[in-house]
């Protein structure tokens, strides 16, 4: 059944988490939050099963606040703005509130999206081009979240992006993280020195951020009790961090909640920057299944 936006299915409603609006759903398949700041899915819980994401019971609920965890969207750039450090990390998006374009119910999926496009504090931001973006959540018994973008401005525009993923464990220190087994990496927190691959999967012994390039696969999250499968498409880049006792205690957000979580993201970062003509449009998305 589908709905216009104005009139949603009866398993989506408005509601109101701290100072901050969001979609609830109750799916056949899956409970689910989407924040509009952001358009940031904080949780999402299969019929049956355990939450799957992680996120700070200690974040801020405010406008213009990020929030820690779910799936935060990176955009229009990843990390730290490579020109002006007074930028926001991570972009403008995550912090910007979005749209409520529609919802409807699809089987046993349910479908929410909103959008985003340049406005007057944008187009005088570190990265002030005309765009439009729509972000499709699609909650069911896979979570996937897709960030569509297309340049609605008469130059050439460079994107870097990520749907940045918080993905709860048991323990991260017993936690694996295969598939990217012989990928080389930049490791961020020794300053991006080029680290060869490795043949043995992704483990935490302290704080690891890592930026595998030129990665298109699908990551398998193992904390002993479950496995999760992080798909991806249009995505060339997989970000792989979690901060461990320092820095997780540095973050009031995280605290000594950092083994808790792990952050598997499909990206586009570094020389794996989506470059977009005038008119031109790109897609990143990403899935989350629980394999048992
Ligand atoms: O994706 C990893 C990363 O870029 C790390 O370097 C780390 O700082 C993290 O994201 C969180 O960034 P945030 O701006 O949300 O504190």
């Known amino acids: ?20 609006p969001v979609i609830r759903v109750a799916g056949p398949a899956a409970d689910a939050v989407v924040h509009l700041q952001g358009a940031q899915v904080t949780s999402w819980t299969p019929r049956g099963g355990a ?4 996120c700070s019971d200690r974040t801020r609920l405010e406008p213009g606040a990020a929030v820690r965890g779910g799936v935060p969207l990176c955009f229009p750039w990843f990390g730290a703005h490579p020109t002006d450090p007074s930028a926001p990390s991570h972009g403008f998006a995550r912090v910007s509130t979005w749209q409520l374009l529609g919802a409807e119910e699809a089987g046993d999926e349910v479908v929410v999206r909103l959008g985003l ?7 005088v931001s570190a990265w002030p081009h005309r765009f439009s973006a729509v972000c499709t959540v699609t909650v069911g018994r896979q979570l996937t979240v897709a960030l569509a973008v297309t340049n609605e401005d008469d130059v050439d525009v460079e994107v870097t992006q990520a749907l940045h993923t918080y993905l709860a464990v048991r323990d991260v220190r017993t936690t694996s993280v295969t ?12 300053g991006g020195t080029e680290m060869p691959g490795s043949a043995d999967p992704v483990r935490f ?83 989350v299944a629980v394999e048992r």
């Open 179 to 190: 598939g990217l087994e012989g990928v080389p990496y930049r490791d961020k927190p020794s």
């Open 205 to 287: 012994d302290g704080e690891t951020d890592r930026v595998y390039l030129g990665t298109t696969g699908t990551t398998v999250v193992d904390d002993g009790t479950r496995r999760l499968l992080v798909g991806k498409a249009g995505s060339a880049t997989t970000v792989v961090w979690n901060p461990g006792p320092e820095r997780g205690a540095a973050l009031g957000d995280v605290g000594a909640a950092w083994p808790g979580f792990v952050c598997v993201e499909a990206a586009n970062a570094g020389p794996d920057t989506v470059r977009l003509a005038p008119g031109r449009s790109h897609e990143l998305s990403t899935t």
């Open 1 to 20: 059944m589908s709905a216009p936006a104005g009139t949603l299915p009866p398993s989506v409603s408005h509601a109101v988490e701290g100072a901050l």
């Open 117 to 123: 496009s340049d406005d007057g504090a944008t187009r």
């Open 51 to 54: 939450p799957v994401l992680w």
